[in-house]
């Protein structure tokens, strides 16, 4: 009897075991020239990523008209692997009376013409926008528009929108992709602005009531942010550890670095006594992250997708990181 109580309780294991699943791991390509490197090419292959989120390019306003702005470039052909258009229009163009029929069938023509020059197929076209308020009834209006010419369609969305969809609103898409990242406001403060745990905790607690689909977007990006007397100057975009671990800074905290002597760095002048302080999630933090995000939520991930592709984004993270983060 006990062996077969024993045989019992090894069966259990196997099988809890053997409920995690690998979510599919995506990223976003943020750039305006499409080439990849040898590096990104072998990550990719390395974490069989089958879809790219490819910025094709934003929407501004210019003398009150909405235009297009940056848009991408392929360098190469694109193979094996699925283009999902993403288009981020700044929250501007839907604060003014906008056409949004005429919007819509501008930004659809655009993607289809990137598209058919570049012999690109796609099945998915997904919007970021920050909407506001004040602005959510046209940015609204304008997916409703865009689905009589497209059908599936996904939209970024905010920490600040799971936790008040009652008031934000929710778009009526496919799906959306939450933005775990950017929770902070850029200041001289200690506060990180790309992940800050406290901050987060404020508003996933009502993640598993958001009634739509989400995929994770994590981030594995970094910055410096510039401080001179205690105000920010700028942001030094890509800035990490590795860059500030030299003689021409002196470390004064864990994420706080001092411009020893002045100098050029990258085209930007920094003078001696100026703060760097380095905003990169940790390889530790990911895990926290999606640790933190399991409990909260109801639905697996279809996708968790990273942003963003970049060599030197990658290369700060074994890849094996990647794979244990997307094992829910």
């Known amino acids: 009897m ?7 309780v090894v069966l259990l294991i196997v099988s809890c075991t ?21 590096t990104e090419k072998d990550y990719l292959k390395a974490l069989d990523v089958k879809k790219l989120y490819v910025r094709y390019f934003d929407v501004a306003l210019k003398n009150d008209e909405a235009i297009p702005v ?21 929250n501007e163009v839907f604060l003014k009376d906008t056409d949004t029929p005429d919007l819509a069938q501008k930004v659809y023509r ?7 020059h570049n012999h690109i197929k796609i099945s998915e076209v997904q919007f970021d926008c920050d909407w506001s308020l004040k602005s959510k009834k046209n940015y609204f209006q304008f997916i409703e528009d865009f689905k009589k010419l497209h059908q599936n369609i996904s939209a970024t969305i905010r920490l600040h929108q799971v936790k008040y969809p009652e ?5 009526d898409v496919s799906n959306g992709v939450l933005m775990y990242y950017n929770m902070g406001v850029i200041s001289a403060s200690n506060e990180n602005s790309i992940y800050e745990r406290e901050v987060a905790h404020r508003y996933i607690k009502t993640l598993a009531n958001y009634p739509k689909h989400l995929d994770i977007a994590l981030p594995i990006f970094s910055w410096g942010v510039h401080i001179r007397n205690n105000e920010v100057l700028n942001l030094i975009g890509g800035l990490r550890l590795k860059d500030v671990q030299n003689n021409r800074f002196k470390k004064r905290s864990d994420n706080r670095y001092e411009v020893v002597e002045d100098f050029m760095y990258e085209g930007r002048y920094l003078a001696k006594a100026d703060i760097i302080k380095l905003e990169e999630p940790s390889a530790d933090q990911l895990k926290e992250m999606i640790s933190d995000i399991k409990k909260n939520t ?22 094996e990181i990647f794979k244990t983060v997307c094992n829910w």
């Open 167 to 171: 008031k934000t609103g929710v778009p």
């Open 18 to 38: 053997s409920k995690s699943e690998k979510i599919p791991i995506s990223f976003y390509f943020w750039r305006t020239t499409f080439q990849l490197t040898n």
């Open 2 to 8: 006990k062996k077969w109580v024993s045989i019992l």
């Open 70 to 90: 940056a848009p991408i470039v392929f360098n190469e052909t694109v193979t094996n692997t699925e283009i999902i258009p993403v288009v981020y229009i700044k």
């Open 110 to 116: 655009y993607i289809n013409q990137i598209n058919e």
């Open 298 to 319: 109801k639905n697996k991930p279809k996708e968790i997708i990273f942003y963003d592709l970049n060599e030197k984004n990658l290369t700060a993270y074994e890849k």
